[in-house]
């Protein structure tokens, strides 16, 4: 699973890549329960109406909470790990059904993701990015829930695939663990995805080619 990323530290070429308008940067680095940022097309898109983008960025919390949780269940919801979505269970699991079962798809922006490298017997944080220097796209859902004080809040979460038999991937994490990977997308398929239904959401969910990622150890 991935706990830890970094945004799109250069917002021009976020702009350009994912075809958004600019809003003020989340932290570089980011971890579970923080604020960072999702693409997505708007609902509003749908009607038809010019004037309404084709796509917008949302300031969003990582770790995705079910517009199905109800207040007295909200304390708890926060506390779980819910910033990764196995795609085997996506379409089940109370947390994040909902979401899959609406479409409601979403790209995050990131300049890299980071996995652990246990291969000398300790964790050496190692970090992921694309060969040609350009900002990841990965493949996500999102919600959005009423909060402590009633009022609604965006959250979204990454989903991962198997990874066991990926030529880079199956490096990483404990020897004795499943390898997964976030499902990052082809720069010709962010429309498709956002417009996709559940149904036709599951030929995304592919591995990234290998040659195509450069995994160095973090500093």
Known sequence: MCSHYQAVKDRAKLEKKFGVANLPPPPWDLWPRYMGEFVRRPREWDSGDDAVP??????????????????????????????NARSETVARSFTFKHAWQNGQFCIIPADAVFEPDWRS??????????????????????????????????????????????????????????????????????????????????????????????????K
């Open 121 to 218: 017997g300790k964790a050496v944080p190692t970090r992921f990015t694309r060969g040609d220097g350009e900002p990841l796209g990965i493949a996500g859902i999102w919600d959005r829930y009423r909060d402590a004080a009633g009022q609604w809040r965006e959250s979204y979460t990454m989903l991962t695939i198997n990874a066991d038999a990926h030529p880079l991937w199956r490096h990483y994490h404990r020897p004795t663990d499943e390898r997964r990977s976030v499902v990052i997308l082809p720069e010709g398929a962010y429309g498709d995805w956002l417009a996709a239904g559940p149904d036709e959401a599951r030929d995304f969910l592919q591995p990234y080619p290998a040659e195509l990622l450069v995994a160095e150890p973090s």
């Open 54 to 83: 084709a796509r917008e960025l949302v300031p969003a919390r990582w770790g995705l909470i079910s517009a199905q949780t109800r207040a007295e269940g909200l304390a708890k919801a926060e506390k779980l790990s819910t910033f």
